[in-house]
Structures are given as structure tokens and as C-alpha cells.
């Protein structure tokens, strides 16, 4: 019996058995045109020209790429193209740039492309378009999907579905979006309850050519409850539960207690227990995906009696010298300005309630923004996104608050862009958003002195990695260890990535910071663009084990490494500091490594005696 994706995840032994290595790369293919999302009109004796790429390990040709309109009932062959051969017409012989010569080999390393032109009336009466391949090994692409234990190498069909919108025009889904983006007919059919490992787009038999056209389909709501639950809970006991011991919160009238996946939370413990005795309708439904909407069901517990609101105390009516941010209820800001800081990054400027307030942000702490995007036309009324920001105005600034933004605007890979930050490029002046907090696990107290998980320590030597906007965090710990006139023994070590120069954020402000500081911080920059600088004297390349060694500190009893970054960098930096603890801890007098993780809410320490 296969290995099921949940034992693999509970035994990670799956992964250092080599009979899962990875040596070569399998037959694949894929379908770019028709684009997932594509509208088409058809007209009588219109031609269509699908296309796409192909390609197989081991320098394998691809021999075929095979079309079938009618879930491989037949298959026609489609036109290939191969790039590379045109590399081996002739050598390339340079006493300078060395040489290329493909003249005498025939491996194939590169994609392949294929095409095939069909009548667009003949789409219109199909409901899937399926793609496979074949390589000079013989090896063929299979109809169905075979879960490995590692989750990768899976090389079935790649399939399109065809749906006939009311107006006659065809619109095209892909099985899913790369990266975080959503849609795709996986997710869809996932979302309705059926199996999209075995996908049905038609009603006909296989050997059929008849076909039955599909119109898109809403996803059907996940079920957020056990249908067995039928416990009546009442307010003052909901209410009862308001704490970050035993935390219970109400989605849409249900309620859950969050008691046993406090650990397990991605977000770290103080997300739920932000909303503990509160109505979380909006805060779930607006970040998490239908995977945690089944993973929330596992924790229903019953239905509240009567309705959820925000606790009427003295605590959510501010006095004037009282802090802006409540952990438990969202308050609006007003947009008063953006600057552009570069290319693709902003500065917003945001209005508290009051001239004088104070934001009332811990050192180190983020705050949960929340907008509603806007709708087509540019009114309100779109999509409510959220997540947590670090903002760049100063402890002690009053009356605003500043946030630098990356906007990762639409692009050909992602074409709809962040959900989040193209809502902020959406933003006119005098638009409002919502903050709450602080949230964070982090805390730079001063003197020297952080706070863990709600646990001090000493801490004298900081190393602190960033790339883009994750800037942000680790600039307000560096204001605060250098504006601290008690504290002079605490060391830094700061590691910024970015692709070209002009992508360093607040790079004015840490250059001020390195050179009076010279003696303490150790400011190292590195850029990943292939067009650098003649006169860059810093770091080249992405973050990587030699970069770390050299421009971090070594371990230390009072060290601690902060991230702030993409995955990427974080498994790279998290891989490293898992190889100098294994590497060390023949030590009995091995130092701990404390490891923060901005974002990921990931805490770890590693220590000889664990």
C-alpha cells in the first residue's frame, strides 16, 4: 500500500531513505496556452493553437507530446520543437569565453515545446484538453496520480477543463496556481468533497468522444463543524474560557476550543489566544485556506446562545494618555501620505485617533492590519485580506503610524499580484485600515535584556538576517539597542539581501547606525542581481553557510539569531544553525543557539543537553 501524505509527514524517515533519492528528472509536460483563466470567443472556422512545453531527465529526448480533447479517449500528435538543436549546428570556439561544441551529442537538457492548431468550435463541444509525453526510453507520462512519500515526482496528464460560459465564450482553469495564489480545478473539486486525484469532466466513458460541457462551479463551503456536535453553550460559559489557558472563540455562531493546537498553530500561540473569548468570523474566514477550514472542524465543541460581541469594558474606551492598540478589538487609521522608498516599496503614513497617542508597540512586536480590497471601479466592497506588519516610525513618535510596504504588483508568473500589498497600492488618501495587537513573541525589553515566550535573558551578542521589507522588524531592535544609553555591552551582526542596490530599505539610517556604532555592529550587505555595481565592495549571492560564518557571530551562552525573510532564506538559515549544532554539541560545554524567527512565529533552541 502506498505511503499516505500523513504518514510521511509523522515519520520523517521517508525522507533519508535512499530508495526516494531524486537522480533524475521524469517525463513531464504542461499546457501555457489556453492560460489558466483565458476567455475565448468562438467563431465558425476559427483556429485555436495550443502550446506548451515538455521535457524529460537524464538528457532524454522527448520523442512525443500526444493531445487528447476527449480524457484520452484519442490523442493526436503535436508538433516539437527543440531550441537547443540549434546549438549544435556549429561550435563555438572563443579564446576568451572557452568553448561550446554540441556538434557530436544528442542529450537534451533543455524544454522542449510543443504545439497543435485545432478548430476553437471543436473546444467548444469538448470539456478538458490533456497533454502527455513520451520520452526515447520509452517512458510515457500516466493517466493517474501516484503519491510518493516525498510528495514530488508526480508526472500525470496535465489537464485543462473547458467551461462554456453563458455568453457562448469558453474559459479556461488550470489545475492549480503556483505559489500562494489561488484557483484551479484541483482546489475546486478538493473544496466540493470529491477526489481531484481522479478527475471526471465529462459523463462519457473514456473510449466515448462524446462529451458533456461543465459550467463553473462555486466551491461549496467547507463544513466547519462535526455533524455529530450538538452541545448548547452559553455566554457566560463561552465567556469563562477568555484566557490563554484553555482559549475558546467563536466562527460563524460555532465554537472551538483551541486548547490542544495552541503549539501547533503556524502563527504561533498568541494568534488564537489574541481572539480567545471573541467572535473570529472575520479574522479566520479573511487568512486561511480550506485546509484549516477542515483543521478547525477537528476543535468544534458546540454552538454559542446568543450573540458574540466586543466586551463593553473601560479598557476599549482609551483614556487620552492611554495606548492605541487593543489585542482584542480592531481600530481604524487613516491614510495621510505615501512616499515612494523605491521601485516597489512605499511608506505609508497612517493617522491614529488623536495628535498625541502612542501607538503603544513593544520593541521588537508587530501589529494584525486588516483592509477590504477594493472592487472593480475602485470602490470598496472587495476581498478582506489582513496580516501582521512591523511598522518603521519610531517608539517615540506620536499621532501615526508609518509602514514600509513591498508591493508585489501583478506580473506574468503571478498575475494577481499580493493580495495584501496590491491592496495597499489600492489606497487614496483619507482611506482607512485596521490595526490590532501588539501580537509577537519577542520583545526587546533594553539594558541588554529580550523576552522569549515570555522569558528574560541576557543577551549581548545578536545576529540578525533580513532580505527586502524584513528590514522592518530588525530595524526597530537596532534603534532600540543603540538609542539605550544603559545598555554599551551588546554586540550586532546584521546580514541585508536584496537583489540591487537600490532595493535596500532604510539603508541611509543603517549606514548612520554602522558607522557610529563601528565598534559594535557589524553591518554586511550582499545583492543577487546579475548587474552589480563596479565598485560594490560588499557581499554577491544569496545567503548561504560561508556568508553566515564569516558575518555572524559564533555561538554564545547570551547569542541570539533573528530571521526576517522568505522561506527560502529561512530553511537555508535554519539548515546551517541545525549543522553548527550537530557539528558542536561533541562539546559538553556547548553554547546554546536561540533562534528567532520574525513572521514564521518558529521558536527553537538547541542546546548539547536536549
Known amino acids: 500500500m502506498p505511503v499516505s501524505p500523513d504518514r510521511a509527514r509523522a515519520e520523517k524517515s521517508w525522507w533519508y531513505d535512499p530508495r526516494y ?90 524544454w522542449s515545446f510543443w504545439s497543435l492548431t485545432v478548430p ?91 462529451t458533456t460541457n461543465t459550467t463553473p462551479v462555486l466551491p461549496q463551503a467547507v463544513p466547519l463543524t462535526r455533524p455529530e456536535v450538538d452541545r448548547k453553550i452559553t455566554l457566560e460559559e463561552f465567556r469563562a474560557h477568555a484566557n490563554s489557558e484553555s482559549p475558546w472563540f467563536v466562527v460563524a455562531g460555532q465554537v472551538y476550543n483551541a486548547t490542544e493546537y495552541l503549539n501547533e498553530h503556524p502563527g504561533g500561540p498568541q494568534s488564537i489566544i489574541l481572539v480567545a473569548g471573541e467572535d473570529a468570523t472575520d479574522d479566520f474566514l479573511a487568512i486561511h485556506s480550506s485546509d484549516a477550514k477542515r483543521k478547525l472542524a477537528e476543535y468544534h465543541i458546540g454552538t454559542v446562545v446568543g450573540e458574540v460581541t466586543a466586551q463593553s469594558t473601560l479598557e476599549n474606551e482609551p483614556s487620552a494618555d492611554s495606548a492605541f492598540l487593543l489585542s482584542n478589538k480592531w481600530k481604524a487609521v487613516t491614510l495621510q501620505s505615501v512616499k ?119 543577551v549581548r551578542q545578536i545576529g540578525m538576517i533580513c532580505a527586502g521589507s524584513g528590514i522592518t522588524p530588525i530595524l526597530q531592535v537596532l534603534r532600540g539597542i543603540f538609542t539605550d544609553t544603559a545598555n554599551n555591552d551588546t554586540d550586532v551582526w546584521v546580514i541585508d539581501v536584496n537583489r540591487d542596490v537600490e532595493d535596500i530599505l532604510c539603508r541611509d539610517e543603517l549606514d548612520e547606525f554602522a558607522k557610529e556604532h563601528s565598534v559594535r555592529l557589524s553591518l554586511r550587505y550582499s545583492l543577487t542581481s546579475k548587474s552589480i555595481p563596479r565598485d560594490w565592495s560588499q557581499s554577491v549571492g544569496r545567503l548561504d553557510m560561508k556568508m553566515m560564518v564569516e558575518y555572524l557571530p559564533p555561538p554564545s551562552l547570551d547569542g541570539l539569531m533573528c530571521i526576517c525573510g522568505p522561506p527560502q532564506m529561512e530553511r537555508t538559515a535554519k539548515g546551517a544553525f541545525d549543522f553548527i549544532h550537530h557539528v558542536t554539541c561533541f562539546s559538553d560545554d556547548f553554547p546554546q543557539i536561540t533562534l528567532w524567527i520574525w513572521g514564521g512565529m518558529d521558536h527553537k533552541l538547541l542546546s548539547s543537553k536536549q
Not at 38 to 65: C, D, I, K, N
Not at 169 to 198: V, Y
Open 340 to 458: 515612494d522608498v523605491s521601485k516597489d516599496s512605499k511608506v505609508f503614513r497612517f493617522a491614529l485617533d488623536t495628535d498625541e497617542r502612542d501607538l503603544g508597540l513593544p520593541i521588537g512586536q508587530h501589529v494584525y492590519v486588516r483592509l477590504r480590497r477594493k472592487a472593480s471601479g475602485g470602490s470598496g466592497g472587495g476581498e478582506l485580506v489582513q496580516r501582521a506588519y512591523t511598522p518603521v516610525s519610531k517608539r517615540s513618535d506620536r499621532g501615526f503610524i508609518e509602514m514600509l510596504v513591498k508591493i508585489y504588483y501583478p506580473s506574468q508568473q503571478f498575475p494577481l499580484g499580493g493580495r495584501m500589498t496590491v491592496g495597499f497600492s489600492e489606497l487614496t488618501i483619507n482611506d482607512t485600515i485596521e490595526l490590532k495587537g501588539p501580537i509577537g513573541h519577542f520583545v526587546w525589553l533594553g539594558d541588554g535584556m529580550a523576552l522569549l515566550h515570555n522569558e528574560k535573558r541576557r
Open 21 to 110: 533519492i531524486i537522480r533524475d528528472l521524469n517525463v513531464n509536460s504542461a499546457i501555457a496556452c489556453p492560460n489558466h483563466g483565458e476567455t475565448v470567443e468562438v467563431h465558425p472556422e476559427e483556429m485555436y493553437t495550443l502550446r506548451g512545453y515538455a521535457y524529460s531527465g537524464g538528457g532524454r529526448r522527448v520523442t512525443r507530446v500526444e493531445v487528447s480533447l476527449d480524457e484520452g479517449g484519442s490523442w493526436e500528435l503535436a508538433e516539437i520543437q527543440y531550441p537547443e538543436d540549434s546549438f549544435r549546428d556549429i561550435a563555438f570556439i572563443d579564446s576568451v569565453y572557452g568553448n561550446l561544441d554540441l556538434t557530436e551529442s544528442d542529450q537534451c537538457y533543455c
Open 120 to 210: 476553437l468550435s471543436t473546444l467548444r463541444d469538448k470539456s478538458s484538453i490533456s497533454v502527455r509525453a513520451m520520452d526515447e526510453a520509452m517512458a510515457l507520462q500516466p493517466r493517474n496520480m501516484y503519491w510518493n512519500a516525498t510528495g514530488m515526482m508526480n508526472n500525470w496528464w496535465f489537464r485543462v477543463c473547458i467551461h462554456v460560459l453563458d455568453d457562448g465564450r469558453l474559459q479556461f482553469e488550470h489545475p492549480t496556481m503556483a505559489g500562494t495564489l489561488t484557483g484551479g480545478w484541483m482546489p475546486r473539486l478538493k473544496d466540493q468533497g470529491k477526489d481531484p486525484s481522479n478527475p471526471v469532466f465529462s459523463t462519457s466513458l473514456p473510449d466515448s468522444t462524446e
